[in-house]
């Protein structure tokens, strides 16, 4: 296990920019994970420090060295691929073998016939026993990857990427060709691996689901740059970006449009709020679906109910409150039914507030004792 | 009526066209080649085996098979060689990959009959480009490196069956690499990715871990389709070698022996009896690669 740090990585295909200035500091043993939409340039990123694409500007370093001109082979770094990548003509034995083979034999031992007599490395059959009956995929040693389940080949690569001791463990999107089952329980798995072998993880995924409930730190990346990189507690609470907000956490953030006027005092459509800020803004309110609660002592909203999902354990729903562009999402106990009129509040203390670019505002006060 | 008789009504229109077309005449083939049938001869005997007797008794026949086996030999490996190392080429190019597609793909839709001209006009012993040239190489190489005469191409029993081969290769060597390269346009990217990462430093071991396993259905099609059209071989030697198939009979190739035999010389019967041998190579051919390739794949 090693440390691993990007240092102002630019990386652009002819005129289009992918990646647009890229500091990130990953410790030894952490699990960080890249999260971003489709198109925010993670697997990119993920690529660059593996070595196979080389950044335009920038230097990678891995273990305080800078590995700018060393090619992935000799990196030390082990990928889990979003295809696996698996090579169809080998078992699976052969498969978890091959990082082994490449690095442990000689050029003369590797080949078909002569490899045979010249007897291979005794290790290599024991650390691919290991790293089997790590994964529990012992039984399909013999087989090919066309006779195996998605799942199965996900840890056929899972094998093949830890059966030797790398620098670093870098997974593509490894659970998105999984069903929704297996994703959850595979998630808890590639969870305890990490905790097992203590080694230092990078796993780029588009779920946010995943990023939360698998990393210690999470870099949440859009348009090519890391918007904020902290724990998925703070990432939650304390986003430092609207969109970081918007993209963290299901269902999705509630935002309001408010005002602050000349005394700073913030209002939004309808009712004002016991916020200050420091002056005349357009700004955004944004709460999270658990902040909200029907009520009917003052309620900051009122409207209609337009959507309810049963979740078993609660319900989940929406509202069409008049002047706001898109509907409130809040989770209740108490089933409400379409059409009804509703009333809303919520703890302005708990609102985030956000400015119109979408930046924070952290010197937001709340006033006690104001009308509420 | 039953669903099976249905079934069989059904099909009956697609069985006598199979018959018809694709099974009697082997039939008829099969059978030709154990009489002593000529066009336009009033009799037919049954001779039994001694067509083929004479075939595998005669040398003039073990001449043809020995030139057929040693065309055989001699292209297919050479032309599927070339036809990847070329696709390989064309495919690691950015730029100018059509260029060099189309040239390679020429000698393809170029037809054979008319390229064997070319090839005759060129090869001529004394006026032909081959050995113009050959002449003024050796005209400033210092004496005793060049023979004192230049090689009869097409005449000399040495070098016959080899211009044959040459242009049998350069002929079909381009349908290979087109070939090929919609095969390695086939191959998963990323798993030259999980290569690099696995520690395979080289091309060469890139192209044994990913490319070469990945181009097998490929390569299959085209050692058989290969095979077949080496068997097939007729133009060159009609063009180079007619009458008598070359130099001592050393390019006596199969489909030029049925040709001569069957139609020229109207003895259908030696004629049917070289074709039911040509049908049973290739058949074998093909099922002996169908069966290698059967047990590797799994």
Not at chain 1, 151 to 174: K, M, S, T
Not at chain 2, 1 to 29: F, S, Y
Not at chain 2, 112 to 127: D, N, R
Not at chain 2, 129 to 147: D, F, I, K, Q, T
Request: aromatic content about 8%; hydrophobic content about 50%.
């Amino acid at each position: 296990m090693a440390t691993v740090s990007l240092k102002g990585i630019q990386k652009s295909y002819k005129d289009t920019e992918i990646l647009r200035g890229i500091d990130l500091d990953i410790g030894a043993g952490e699990f960080v994970s890249l999260v971003g939409p489709s198109g925010c340039g993670k697997s990119t990123l993920l690529r660059i420090i593996a070595g196979l694409e080389a950044p335009t500007v920038g230097d990678v370093r891995i273990g305080g060295a800078s590995v700018s001109g060393t090619r992935a082979a000799d990196r030390n770094l082990s990928m889990v691929f979003q295809s696996y990548a698996l090579y169809p003509h080998l078992t699976v034995a052969e498969n978890i073998a091959v990082p082994l083979r490449m690095r442990r034999l000689n050029r003369w031992q590797r080949l078909p016939l002569i490899g045979g007599l010249l007897g291979g490395d005794a290790s290599i059959a024991a650390d691919v026993r290991r790293a089997a009956e790590m994964l529990e995929i012992t039984p399909l040693l013999d087989r090919r990857p066309g006779q195996l389940s998605g799942g199965q080949r996900q840890r056929v690569a899972l094998g093949r990427a830890l059966v030797r001791d790398p620098a670093a463990f870098l997974l593509d999107e490894p659970l998105s060709n999984l069903d929704a089952k297996l994703r959850a329980h595979t998630r808890t798995e590639i969870t305890e691996l990490h905790r097992k072998l203590g080694a230092t993880f990078i796993y780029v995924t588009h779920d946010q689901v995943e990023a939360m409930t698998m990393s210690d730190r999470i870099a949440v990346m859009m348009g090519g740059r890391i918007l904020q990189c902290d724990t998925p507690a703070r990432i939650y609470a304390d986003p430092c970006d609207l969109r970081v907000a918007e993209f963290i956490g299901s269902p999705r953030i509630n935002v309001i449009p408010a005002e602050a006027d000349g005394a700073g005092r913030i209002a939004i459509p309808g009712c004002a709020l016991p916020l200050r800020h420091r002056g005349r803004a357009a700004l955004r309110l944004a709460l999270r679906p658990e902040t909200l609660f029907l009520t009917d002592r003052a309620p900051k909203l009122r409207g209609e109910v337009a959507h309810v999902e049963n979740m078993g354990h609660e319900f989940v729903v929406q509202v069409a409150v008049a002047g706001l562009p898109s509907r409130l999402v809040l989770r209740t106990a108490m089933p409400a039914t379409i059409g009804q009129t509703v009333s809303i509040g919520f703890d302005p203390a708990l609102a985030l507030v956000f400015d119109a670019e979408g930046r924070r505002c952290r010197d937001v006060t709340v006033c006690e004792g104001a009308a509420a | 009526m039953t669903q099976g008789r249905t079934a069989l009504l059904l099909g009956a229109p697609a069985l006598v066209l199979m018959m018809a077309i694709l099974i009697l005449p082997i039939l008829a083939a099969v059978i030709l080649s154990f009489t002593d049938y000529s066009l336009g001869a009033s009799g037919i005997r049954w001779v039994g085996f001694d067509n083929y007797g004479r075939i595998f008794g005669s040398s003039t026949y073990e001449k043809m098979l020995v030139a057929t086996a040693t065309y055989v030999a001699v292209v297919v490996p050479a032309s599927i060689g070339l036809g990847l190392g070329a696709a390989l080429l064309i495919q690691s190019l950015s730029r100018g990959a059509a260029f060099y597609k189309s040239v390679y793909f020429l000698p393809v839709m170029a037809t054979l009959l008319a390229m064997t001209i070319v090839w005759q006009m060129m090869l001529h012993p004394t006026i032909g480009v081959v050995n113009r040239g050959l002449l003024a190489v050796c005209g400033v190489l210092p004496e005793g490196v060049c023979p004192a005469e230049m090689p009869l191409w097409l005449g000399d029993r040495d070098y016959a069956i080899w211009v044959t081969c040459f242009i049998g290769v350069w002929q079909s060597f381009g349908f290979n690499m087109v070939l090929y390269l919609a095969g390695l346009s086939g191959v998963p990217r990323e798993l030259y990715g999980a290569a690099e990462m696995d520690g395979a430093r080289s091309a060469w071991e890139r192209f044994r871990l990913v490319t070469w396993p990945a181009l097998r259905p490929t390569t299959m099609f085209v050692l058989i389709t290969t095979s077949i059209r080496a068997f097939q071989t007729f133009d060159t030697v009609e063009v180079l070698f007619s009458p008598g198939g070359g130099p001592a009979k050393s390019v006596y190739l199969m489909m030029f022996a049925i040709y001569e035999k069957g139609i020229v010389q109207n003895l259908v019967g030696i004629g049917a009896a070289i074709t039911v041998l040509f049908l049973i190579s290739v058949m074998a051919l093909t099922v002996l690669q169908r069966r290698i390739a059967e047990r590797k794949a799994l």
